[in-house]
């Protein structure tokens, strides 16, 4: 009853939902006082409201977003709140007494307040947010950017301003209770005086020194940054917060070019959400600002995404345009066929080049070229199950998709089956639990089917705990967690060492990193992996969601693994590990493997999982291993070869098409010279 009344609100918790009611049952609760008249319930009800209210914006809640939109936005709720207090005072017979007057007064001369208030914020912020945002861009010598205002003037700024009336609110009833005017106008005074102070406090900023440049005058020094910069490879990429993943994982890849990189990004949501790099970050949401832009020493430009904006870098002609993709399966994005607008597509292995033939969307074999996957450096290979160790098993089951379609994931259909003869398997497994981030986010049959494999894992977790067969060793276990701790305390000091940038400009002017703290930070959080999986037993089952351990880090402590189509399985398959993949869609074994090249070295589940003991003898013994040469086949049809490394053939690739974009430069140089010299020959 209360997750579906969360569900219908919209808000995150049943203490949100709580405060949500409260708020909502609370303006009644003080216009019945107000008619009665109660000054202590009119109080009473009034601290609520104050209180939920508070407590929904602190929480981000999406219902104060919702009431906005009906009517009911926060300078309406205090207004009613006002005005109620006004009839209280009539209801009071103080209609005649200067308590009422002040009153009336101040709720006016305090709205008075509110518009320059209001004003000034948007001047503020709207001159602030410049026409690029940066990271690892040199600006700061170049160009003045000045500090942003303290936070505290800025952040919900007109929740902070409305609430400067409960002074005034608490002044008045307090002396309409007492008979005396007095508290009410020591409260108006300190609301009137307060409200003044804040815009007062704002007005340095829209002035002087304190503003920063002009859209012009940026876009000038970013240029010069370009000019002498001289990027040759640009990362181009465009999106909504929920796919910033398909950007991050190409950053480390662009650190190893050998050639000059920089990431263009659309969106400042993206900007905000990326990962840490040392590579030079735009982020340019104007189209005309980046058509504008000084890109001519780029020669090749690579895309993460089929996107709409792409258009507004492709329509380049000095540069080649590379389609890179963000993930390599036998889904239908990666054979779309917005593909043959690249002048290349870059694929991980024959299996990419055979998938576009197949599929015939306009992509000519000769435009398509193997790069491998750089980004599957970390996976190490399998090197079999120790004696002395229990296999693990890891079930990481893609989302439901934006379709909904049933046999997207095998979480709604097979996933509790699954996971309950991992849990009874005998000899013992432990099993890994590690599910997409979206799951639940279109079906809440997905969410409830997550929690149910959740909690059949935390029970058999508790349940192995007390087993006598599974010891745990305490002391080991104490000095990985107090490693962990301090690994942690570590990496907070460096992560927030820098301080949190005032805004978007500010970050822009000193959002060079730190090559050595960031070093250092990637050199810990390998140390915190090795330490997490350390902190625990090695037969404990476990849930593993969040950014931290990386699925990449759960493949190398796993021996086998359990998914659906999607590029997990493409990943997991340079593990050389065993896989199974479970055909939610039931179209049988055959189709199956006929549809999804990546399951053809795969153990082939159902829906009831029947089929697990395949896998699991597998993982015990490499003697009952039947399809490991397969695995090996497959592995270099979709992943390309191990030699030369797949970051050397990606340079290559970079290479040789720089030098294409070099000679159709050239060509062009020539054939205007030519063109100029004739038009000069025949005048």
């Not at 895309?303 to 870098?313: C, D, Q, R, S, T």
């Not at 994931?409 to 509790?416: D, K, P």
């Not at 330490?531 to 086998?560: I, K, M, Q």
């Amino acid at each position: 009853m209360i997750s579906t009344a969360i569900r219908v609100a919209r808000v995150g918790s049943a203490a949100e939902l709580a405060a949500a009611v409260l708020m909502l049952a609370g303006f009644p609760a003080i216009m019945v006082a107000a008619l009665i008249p109660s000054v202590p319930a009119f109080a009473a009800a009034t601290a609520v409201t104050y209180l939920a209210d508070h407590y929904l914006h602190r929480q981000g809640s999406y219902l104060i977003n919702r009431l906005s939109k009906v009517r009911a936005g926060l300078s309406i709720r205090f207004l009613i709140r006002q005005l109620l207090l006004i009839l209280l005072l009539a209801r009071l017979d103080l209609s005649n007494n200067l308590i009422f007057y002040g009153a009336t007064a101040c709720f006016i001369a305090f709205y008075g307040l509110q518009a320059p208030h209001g004003a000034l914020v948007t001047l503020i912020r709207n001159r602030r947010r410049l026409p690029v945002a940066t990271r690892n861009v040199d600006l700061a010598s170049r160009i003045r950017i000045p500090d942003a205002p303290p936070m505290g003037l800025l952040n919900r700024s007109a929740e902070k301003m409305l609430h400067l009336d409960l002074a005034a609110v608490v002044g008045i009833l307090v002396a309409a209770a007492m008979d005396s005017a007095l508290p009410g106008f020591i409260g108006i005074g300190v609301t009137i005086v307060l409200g003044s102070l804040y815009v007062l406090a704002l007005m340095p900023y829209v002035r002087g020194k304190k503003v920063p440049p002009n859209a012009d005058k940026v876009l000038a020094k970013v240029d010069e940054w370009l000019r002498d910069y001289q990027p040759e490879t640009v990362l181009y990429f465009s999106g909504s917060k929920d796919s910033v993943y398909q950007v991050n994982m190409w950053l480390e890849t662009m650190e190893q070019l050998d050639s000059r990189p920089l990431i263009i990004l659309r969106e400042r949501v993206i900007l905000q959400n990326l990962a840490p790099t040392t590579v030079p970050v735009i982020c340019v949401p104007g189209g005309v600002h980046l058509m504008n832009m000084d890109l001519s020493s780029v020669r090749v430009a690579l895309y993460a995404a089929n996107v709409g904006k792409n258009i507004h870098l492709l329509r380049v002609p000095t540069m080649k345009h590379v389609f890179i993709g963000h993930g390599d399966s036998d889904k239908l994005a990666s054979v779309n066929p917005f593909s043959k607008a690249y002048d290349e597509v870059w694929v991980a292995g024959r299996a990419g080049r055979d998938r576009y033939a197949i599929a015939d969307v306009g992509v000519r074999d000769e435009d398509i070229v193997e790069v491998g996957r750089p980004q599957l450096a970390p996976i190490q290979n399998g090197q079999g199950v120790p004696e002395s160790r229990m296999p693990t098993v890891l079930y990481a089951p893609t989302w439901e998709g934006w379709d909904g379609n049933p046999g997207n994931t095998s979480l709604m259909l097979a996933g509790e089956n699954i996971v309950k003869k991992l849990l009874a398997a005998d000899p013992p497994v432990r099993v890994l639990y590690k599910p997409h981030p979206f799951t639940g986010t279109v079906l809440p049959k997905a969410g409830a089917a997550h929690q149910k494999v959740t909690a059949l894992i935390e029970k058999a977790t508790a349940e192995r705990a007390t087993d006598p067969r599974f010891q745990a060793d305490a002391t080991a276990a104490a000095a990985a967690k107090a490693e962990l701790a301090r690994i942690e305390a570590r990496l907070a000091v460096l992560v927030g060492s820098g301080g949190e940038k005032g805004d978007e400009a500010e970050a822009t002017r000193d959002g060079v990193v730190d090559v050595a703290k960031y070093e250092e930070i990637a050199r810990l959080r390998g140390e915190w992996n090795d330490a997490y999986w350390r902190s625990f037993p090695v037969w404990e089952h476990r849930v593993v969601t969040g950014a931290e351990p990386r699925l990449y880090d759960c493949f190398n402590v796993s021996d086998a693994m359990v998914s659906d189509i999607s590029s997990v399985v493409s990943d997991f398959i340079a593990s050389g590990k065993p896989y199974a993949v479970t055909d939610s869609a039931e179209l049988g074994v055959e189709e199956f493997k006929r549809q999804n090249t990546a399951v053809r070295a795969a153990t082939i589940l159902s829906n009831k999982a029947a089929e697990l003991g395949e896998l699991l003898g597998a993982v015990r013994d490499p003697a009952a291993d039947l399809l490991a040469e397969d695995r090996v086949e497959l592995k270099q049809y979709l992943l390309g070869p191990d030699e030369p490394t797949s970051i050397v053939q990606f340079n290559t690739a970079v290479a040789n098409l720089a030098i294409k974009a070099e000679a159709r430069n050239v060509g062009q140089e020539s054939r205007a010279a030519t063109s100029a010299a004739e038009a000069t020959t025949k005048a």
